[in-house]
């Protein structure tokens, strides 16, 4: 077992105080670059010097656009260096998504990833961003992206800002989380609680003084940020990244990076359980696969397959990606475990009683220690009293919890559809297909999908008169989606059921069958991620 994780309570420190520890030793690992210990902090000082040289001040924000590069994590801890907050959003993003959340954070400053580029270029003279830097790319993107620089631009051989001391609850990101009645809600992460999830993480995750953590999962998710990267750097170890998922080549990657640790989704897990078994399967180093979402039928087989232990979870961006976990010592087959250190949960009815064991109810959790969960949403403040009702937080999912105090997810309060890991609100898809000039109304719901969690309906109602063929309004979709939420089904109805205050029932709609659905994918619309 590694050395228990120092005391660290802002990420600055942490990189500097890991840097004089390892040294050498690899910390981060991409397919065609590894940095270590010394050169993270040093890249990162260069980055600090280089965004306050061009301007940033401690507290302003700077957004990245960016894939799972190096440039994340360069960008990530120097913008903590410099005192500022990162504002990561999701690369699928395009559209009006992408302008509520540039345009709701105010960043000072952006750097986007060349491939990126055309879904924020049409947004560019409206938001007026003072700093733009750009990864990668050919000349003719930086000709077109006049008053841009490159990403070398950014590094400084100047000594690192001098900023005041940086406090465990001072804000260090942004990170947009998904609006059920609205639209995104910006949650405010301090420093420390990064830092307090990757403790508790490291602690019931099998760790070796030999463990690399590799993930596929976006660096502008806290799961790879958390689980992964701060997890691997607080316990001296190594963490290692795809840019993406590719089932077909998973453990392959992940031995060729020598995994010890993965990290999966129900998507993923489901995706890989049912490729064909391959000489590869059990070619690898991996020990541990940390997961979310594994149902009771898939976990001893997917074990037995792949020759790794699961350690289930459950988190959410407020709250730390992982927040339940079973400890590696006594893990239960079909459970998210039980809470982790920093955090207190209970089991509430709809008047926020506790339930009886064995009894379905919403999970509500708290902190045992200040600034180990987010400080709240940003411009929403009634949301976020919202969410705190009666000094809880609540997150919005049925679970229930045995008498040994062990939880099990149940399914979703909240109307939020989960697809292939990404968190999704109807609002958001129903406000681009009202767009639409023949639709009167939408009403979208999540289904259950092959594969694990959710694929997105659309129920539409036209306006009177009007036609629309279902692969045009799909294919309006994927123009102003990100891929993620473009929906699979379509159904023409011709009234949306509501109660009598004018709300859609969305449980009528979601439990309907036999109406005339179109697919999507029998349609030949095809949605790629950028």
């Known amino acids: 077992m590694p050395e228990a994780a120092e005391e660290v309570s802002d990420l600055a420190s942490l990189v500097r ?64 260096k410099a005192g500022a907050v990162l504002v990561p959003l999701n690369t699928a993003l395009k559209g009006e998504l992408l302008r509520y959340e540039l345009a709701d954070s105010e960043p000072a400053a952006l750097v986007a990833d060349a491939r990126l580029w055309p879904a924020y270029e049409p947004l560019r003279k409206t938001l007026g961003i003072r700093r733009e830097w750009i990864v990668g790319g050919d000349r003719e993107i930086h000709d077109r992206a006049r008053g841009t620089l490159p990403w070398s631009a950014i590094r400084s051989e100047d000594p690192p800002p001098s900023v005041p001391p940086l406090r465990p609850g001072d804000p260090v990101e942004v990170m947009y989380t998904s609006g059920t009645t609205g639209p995104p809600k910006g949650a405010l992460i301090p420093h420390l609680k990064p830092i307090a999830t990757a403790r508790e993480i490291g602690r019931r995750s099998r760790l070796e003084p030999d463990s690399v953590l590799f993930t596929a999962l976006p660096l502008f998710h806290c799961n790879a940020q958390e689980m992964t990267t701060l997890t691997a750097l607080l316990h001296d170890l190594t963490a290692a990244f795809d840019e993406r998922f590719h089932a077909s080549t998973f453990w392959e990657s992940a031995a060729s990076l020598g995994a010890t640790h993965v990290s999966l989704l129900i998507s993923m897990i489901n995706v890989l359980h049912k490729q064909p078994p391959r000489a590869t399967d059990r070619t690898h180093r991996v020990r541990t696969a940390l997961t979310a979402g594994t149902t009771r039928d898939v976990w001893p087989d997917f074990e037995r397959r792949f020759g790794v232990t699961i350690v289930e979870l459950y988190g959410m961006t407020e709250c730390g990606c992982t927040t339940l976990m079973n400890p590696s010592e006594a893990i239960r087959v079909g459970s998210v475990g039980t809470p982790l250190g920093f955090v207190e949960a209970d089991v509430v009815d709809d008047d926020d009683r506790p339930v009886p064991a064995d009894t379905r109810g919403e999970l509500v959790v708290r902190p045992r220690a200040p600034y180990t969960m987010f400080l709240g949403y940003l411009h929403q403040p009634e949301k976020t009293v919202e969410a705190w009702r009666n000094a809880w937080f609540h997150t919005g999912d049925y679970v229930t919890r045995d008498a040994d105090g062990y939880y099990y997810f149940v399914d979703r309060k909240k109307d939020v559809i989960r697809r292939r890991g990404e968190n999704l609100a109807p609002h958001d898809v129903e406000a681009v297909l009202n767009g639409h000039p023949a639709v009167f109304e939408s009403v979208v719901v999540g289904v259950p999908s092959p594969l694990g969690e959710e694929d997105v309906k659309a129920f539409v109602q036209l306006r009177p008169g009007a036609v629309a063929e279902p692969r045009a309004l799909f294919e309006y979709c994927v123009e102003r989606l990100p891929f993620f939420m473009v929906p699979r089904f379509l159904e023409f109805i011709d009234e949306i059921p509501k109660t009598a205050n004018q709300k859609a029932q969305r449980f009528l709609l979601k439990g309907r069958r036999g109406g005339a659905e179109h697919d999507r994918e029998t349609l030949g619309v095809v949605v790629r991620a950028p």
């Open 17 to 80: 105080r890991k840097s004089a520890r390892n040294g050498a030793k690899a910390a981060l690992l991409f397919k065609d670059r590894a940095l270590s210990y010394a050169e993270l902090d040093r890249e990162t000082d260069r980055v600090a010097a280089g965004l306050a040289k061009s301007g940033v001040r401690p507290g302003d924000r700077v957004a990245a656009f960016l894939f799972n590069t190096p440039e994340f994590p360069l960008l990530w801890f120097g913008v903590a």
